[in-house]
């Protein structure tokens, strides 16, 4: 089955800064989504982003398809950005999503 | 708020006992799509249904199963259950021809 690595696995930030969280992905897809589960477990739609550029107030997300890989950019983090974001990738249309480990972030005041 | 509930939030039970979870996909959404998020597994997908019908199984034990009903809401029963069951269980549904999923906001269960 298709592969999917988030990077890095933990990252601690001081509020204000800004980031970056990379999504590897071993075959074509057809859906790629970028989640965040807040502290309370709830799984929060961001983007939805199989190609091209999406931007949402502070957060940005890129996906280039051909080469396989998504990037989230969050800006002027806040420490309700804390909590982990997935990335999961759909292989055909209609399909299950495969999630990758998730990047665990975590913003000081 | 994306419009997929979950019943009960959370559930506190024991080795060997049956449970059953519930999931009320959005309005107009035919696919539902069962995950366990676990310690040591990350989420995973179990089974998915399309207007009533299974379409697709995933990593999902025999002890488990799972309906859609015609009012399109879908049950995960939950067997004989383990320690190692304990997880979140999300349910999602999609929107025919949209390609994207939402979540419910999960049921914890913990198998004591």
């Known amino acids: 089955g298709i592969q999917v690595e988030q990077s890095p696995p933990d990252l601690i930030l001081q509020e204000g800064a800004n980031s970056t969280l990379r999504c590897n992905f071993s075959?074509?897809?057809?859906?790629l989504q970028w989640f965040h589960q807040n502290p309370w477990g709830q799984l929060i739609n961001l983007f939805y982003i199989p190609s091209g550029t999406k931007q949402n107030g502070r957060l940005s997300a890129t996906t280039v398809a051909t080469e396989r890989y998504s990037l989230l950019y969050i800006s002027s983090s806040q420490t309700t950005d804390s909590g982990v974001y997935f990335c999961a990738v759909e292989r055909n249309a209609g399909n299950m999503l495969t999630f990758g480990g998730g990047t665990r972030l975590m913003v000081k005041p | 708020d994306s419009g997929v509930t979950q019943t009960p939030k959370h559930l506190i039970t024991a080795t060997g006992q049956r449970v059953t979870l519930r999931c009320s996909p959005r309005s107009g959404d035919l696919s539902v799509y069962w995950y366990q998020q676990s310690l040591d597994q990350g989420l995973q997908f179990l089974i998915q249904?399309?207007?009533?019908?299974?379409?697709a199984k995933g990593n999902i034990l025999e002890r488990f199963s799972a309906q859609q009903f015609p009012d399109l809401h879908s049950e995960l029963n939950l067997s004989s259950l383990e320690l190692g069951d304990s997880a979140l269980y999300f349910c999602?549904?999609?929107?025919?021809?949209?390609?994207?999923?939402?979540f419910g906001p999960g049921t914890r269960l913990t198998v004591l």
């Open positions: 249904y399309y207007n009533g019908e299974e379409r």
């Open positions: 075959d074509s897809v057809n859906n």
């Open positions: 999602a549904s999609e929107k025919q021809g949209y390609n994207e999923q939402f």
